[in-house]
């Protein structure tokens, strides 16, 4: 399991009324730990991460669903955040996104993370410039 993964399942127990679900946590970390330097991030990089997770994987390990499938995944979790008005996303397609944090998803990430914690999911999962 990811350490993006625990911290998104620990994130939520202690902060139950967030009104998200681990996959949207990992998608918001993922934003917020991957900041390229024009906002444009890979999907194929947040696939491989959900590939690892195992709130996706069916019982035995693996998953049941396609690479469109988890695309989509990213996209309706990315548009759920949108909507809470954590992120700001300018385009979105098949292969990359373009989009940043708002200031409230910085802050949502902040208050509910530690910064040692922070720091570990930095450095497995992103930090890509």
């Given at each position: 399991?990811?350490?993006?993964?625990?911290?998104?399942?620990?994130?939520?127990?202690?902060n139950p009324d967030i009104g998200l679900d681990v996959?949207?946590?990992?998608?918001?970390?993922?934003?917020?730990?991957?900041?390229?330097?024009?906002?444009?991030?890979?999907?194929?990089?947040?696939?491989?991460?959900?590939?690892?997770?195992?709130?996706?994987?069916?019982?035995?390990?693996?998953?049941?669903?396609?690479?469109?499938?988890?695309?989509?995944?990213?996209l309706g979790s990315l548009q759920k955040l949108k909507?809470?008005?954590?992120?700001y996303i300018r385009s979105a397609g098949i292969h990359?996104?373009?989009?940043?944090?708002?200031?409230?998803?910085?802050?949502?990430?902040?208050?509910?993370?530690?910064?040692?914690?922070?720091?570990?999911?930095?450095?497995?999962?992103?930090?890509?410039?």
């Open positions: 399991m990811p350490i993006v993964e625990l911290v998104a399942k620990k994130t939520l127990e202690l996959v949207d946590l990992i998608v918001l970390l993922w934003m917020y730990s991957n900041p390229y330097d024009n906002n444009r991030r890979q999907l194929s990089s947040m696939r491989t991460v959900l590939k690892m997770s195992e709130t996706l994987q069916v019982p035995g390990g693996g998953l049941d669903v396609t690479e469109d499938e988890l695309t989509q995944i990213v909507k809470k008005g954590l992120v990359f996104v373009k989009g940043t944090l708002t200031d409230d998803g910085v802050d949502l990430i902040k208050r509910s993370i530690k910064t040692p914690v922070l720091k570990r999911v930095t450095a497995e999962f992103g930090d890509n410039p």
